[in-house]
């Protein structure tokens, strides 16, 4: 089992930038891929950014390429993902989520969630 809590979710202005992370406890953190997912009012689900076990791997959804950086540190059992240039449109909550295989389709594990909220 893999435990995952997600922090640093908040209102920020458009333009700015958020920080959130993920900390993992349970089994080898190591060994899992992690993935960021959010959801909006009213609307499904979607990937938005994944990275390997070993960190040299990552994904990005196209809507946040260039602005969205993901990154993990073993050490802490703590993967982050680092939103900068925000829009309204990134109003969501961030869910991280945790898969054995990176090609895998579905993730095993996942969080509670953290709000963003985006002002214009």
């Known amino acids: 089992q893999v435990q995952l809590v997600e922090s640093g979710g908040g209102l920020v202005q458009a333009g700015g930038s958020v920080r959130l992370s993920c900390t993992a406890s349970g089994q080898t953190f190591s060994r899992y891929t992690m993935g960021w997912f959010r959801q909006a009012p009213g609307k499904e689900r979607e990937f938005v950014a994944a990275?390997?076990?070993?960190?040299?791997?990552?994904d990005y959804a196209d809507s946040v390429k260039g602005r969205f950086t993901i990154s993990r540190d073993g050490a802490k059992n703590t993967v982050h993902l680092q939103m900068n240039n925000l829009k309204p449109e990134d109003t969501a909550v961030y869910y991280c989520?945790?898969?054995?295989?990176?090609?895998?389709?579905?993730?095993?594990?996942w969080g509670q969630g953290t709000q963003v909220t985006v002002s214009s």
């Open positions: 989520a945790a898969k054995r295989g990176y090609y895998d389709k579905e993730y095993d594990y």
């Open positions: 990275i390997s076990w070993s960190g040299g791997t990552t």
